[in-house]
């Protein structure tokens, strides 16, 4: 029962640099989502996808690309990274809608020199 | 203003103490969230609710729909509950988060 997995769980790079962080989950929701988690502004949406090929902006999308090719995999790519993008990175999963919890993994601490 | 407020931000207790944190939001929801995060650690669902009370264990969250207002207590605290509780709620097909609250149990 793996649930919800991200890799890598730490990372370092440096600006301007691509770097991608995965996130897979196993029970086939339709929801996933991608979040940054900073001091003095707790959890923000960064984009989130209601079906594979649907994805939408959420509240801080620029910088970030998404795709969602397959429903278990909602990987997140920063294309040139920038130090403002330092932050540790929740993916979450919902069985649908609404009305259902949202699933964390673990995060991603992302480091950017 | 956030759509989503909680007090406190940062609350210290004493071991067996009984702890109240509040939640008020300002939008229409289908649901509302209580999360908690340990130091360094993920993020754990504690409730979801639309209605009422939910108990399960020494945590209680309770939900005013007319007054947009929920609260979590816990009963006999103890140290193993110092972590974050994060208020979400549920707004079109989205989780709107408020900036939690830190809670440190001493013993």
């Known amino acids: 029962d793996a649930g919800i997995t991200q890799s890598p769980r730490y990372k370092i790079t440096e600006t301007g640099r691509q770097v991608t962080l995965m996130c897979h989950q196993t029970w086939s929701h339709s929801y996933m989502f991608w979040y940054r988690q900073d001091l003095g502004h707790g959890l923000r949406l960064i984009y989130y996808s209601a079906a594979a090929d649907i994805t939408d902006k959420g509240e801080v999308p620029d910088g970030y690309v998404v795709s969602r090719s397959k429903t278990e995999n909602f990987p997140l790519t920063l294309e040139s990274a920038t130090r403002s993008q330092t932050s540790v990175y929740f993916c979450a999963s919902r069985l649908d809608r609404d009305n259902q919890p949202q699933h964390f993994g673990d995060g991603t601490r992302l480091s950017i020199l | 203003k956030n759509e989503v407020e909680q007090s406190p931000q940062n609350l210290t207790a004493q071991e067996g103490e009984f702890i109240t944190i509040n939640c008020s939001y300002s939008v229409g929801i289908s649901a509302l969230h209580w999360l908690q995060q340990h130091p360094g650690g993920g993020i754990v669902s504690l409730f979801m609710?639309?209605?009422g009370k939910k108990k399960h264990g020494r945590l209680i969250a309770t939900i005013n729909i007319q007054e947009k207002h929920s609260s979590l207590h816990i009963t006999a605290s103890h140290p193993r509950d110092s972590a974050v509780y994060i208020c979400?709620?549920?707004?079109?097909?989205?989780?709107?988060f408020g900036t939690g609250t830190r809670l440190q149990v001493f013993p």
């Open positions: 979400a709620v549920d707004h079109t097909d989205k989780l709107i």
């Open positions: 609710l639309s209605s």
